[in-house]
């Protein structure tokens, strides 16, 4: 649940600290049966400095529950994950370790899936396959997670990270202070999926490892029977990527399986090591882009021609008008999960019905549309 403090022009002069401690008090008398708060600052809370950390400790106090505060405005930085630091370390010194003292029975198979977000049902999709193999799902976050649940992780005996680019850190802060190795996976497609299932089962004993290689053997003929109805239609089919944290390079496995080619990537917010990542998924031609511009981006596009765009909402419709088809691979077009083998088989589909609908060769961008010229205005006729 979300609730705000109403920051009105008078807090910019004499502060919101009051209005938070007051909202924390009223939370707290509306939903006792809350496990824990947490405070996030915008971006005027950054330029008057508002000490929300003070009024999370006295407020925790009060309470006697968890209050996290999160001072992440704008997600601040020259990329967004300055912002996805600041919000790790937000967990590591407000959350991690601050247990209610009750026990936990634990095993051998624990694990806990980090950096991913639920989209369409994503995390969902590798809890099912993950404890499919044999393994148990201590904790999932942030996509349905909870904040007991992430209280858990330091139980965990292997953490599996999704999103590299934003929850490395607390995945290396655990290793550093657990020593809780991590991770990262890539569910996106049968090959990458089989890959991953085996990585992950080699950190187990063969109990885990058989349980790897049955899932893999069960969803085999779905899959076979996925790729034999749309590969005929996908194959030779080309893409271009401009997307955010991982996708840039984890759905290149799952076009690939479809016999599709990935012609151009890159990311808006990466770092170097999101890029050397990137290439060994990559052939020796492929375009790779940092940060681009809309205009750039549409210049790529022209010089490319690609079939298929997967982009996000801003480029959408441009694209669209275009003529190329675009699926937008941040919420999946509100469609998903992706992740998964059954979550490959609703990928399939959508990028089929993005392709093969013929609407995009049809219509006529605004921009090469032809002025209708007036006819000349007939001269009035002499006496």
């Keep these: 649940m979300n609730f705000t403090s109403d920051f009105q022009e008078k807090d910019i002069v004499f502060g919101g600290d009051k ?168 569910f996106f497609g049968p090959t990458k999926i089989a890959e991953s299932l085996r990585a992950i089962a080699a950190h187990f004993d063969d109990r885990i490892k058989e349980g790897a290689e049955k899932v893999i053997a069960r969803y085999q003929p779905m899959m076979e029977a996925v790729i034999a109805k749309y590969k005929p239609r996908l194959q030779g089919k080309t893409v271009m990527l401009y997307v955010g944290g991982l996708r840039p390079r984890h759905v290149i496995g799952a076009y690939e399986d479809l016999a599709m080619e990935v012609i151009g990537t890159g990311y808006e917010f990466g770092h170097g090591d999101d890029y050397d990542r990137t290439m060994k998924e990559m052939g020796n031609a492929t375009l790779l882009y940092d940060d681009a511009n809309g205009f750039e981006l549409e210049e790529f596009v022209k010089k490319l021609k690609p079939d298929l765009v997967g982009s996000g909402i801003k480029e959408k419709y441009v694209f669209q008008k275009m003529g190329i088809p675009l699926r937008q691979m941040h919420s999946w077009d509100y469609s998903g999960p992706y992740h998964g083998y059954d979550g ?11 392709i093969s609908n013929p609407c995009w060769t049809k219509q006529t961008p605004p921009w090469l549309k032809q002025p209708e010229v007036e006819a000349p205005a007939e001269l009035p006729k002499a006496a």
Aim: aromatic share 8%; net charge negative.
């Design 19 to 186: 209005k938070l401690a007051k909202l924390i008090n009223e939370v707290e008398l509306l939903f006792p049966l809350h496990k824990g708060i947490s405070v996030q600052s915008e971006c005027p809370i950054g330029l008057i400095g508002d000490d929300i950390e003070a009024v999370a400790k006295k407020g925790a106090k009060e309470i006697n529950k968890p209050i996290v505060p999160v001072r992440c405005e704008g997600f601040r930085g020259v990329s967004q994950s300055l912002g996805h630091h600041i919000a790790n370390d937000a967990i590591r010194d407000w959350v991690l370790d601050k247990r209610d003292g009750q026990p936990f029975e634990s095993t051998p198979y624990d694990v806990s899936i980090i950096g991913d977000y639920n989209i369409g049902g994503d995390a969902w999709a590798s809890r099912i396959l993950i404890e499919e193999m044999g393994l148990r799902v201590v904790a999932q976050w942030s996509g349905d997670g909870t904040l007991a649940e992430m209280e858990k992780t330091p139980k965990v005996k292997l953490n599996l990270l999704h999103c590299y680019r934003s929850m490395n850190y607390i995945s290396r802060h655990m290793e550093e202070k657990y020593g809780i190795p991590w991770l990262e996976y890539n």
């Design 344 to 354: 490959f088989a609703i990928f399939a589909r959508d990028m089929d019905m993005a």
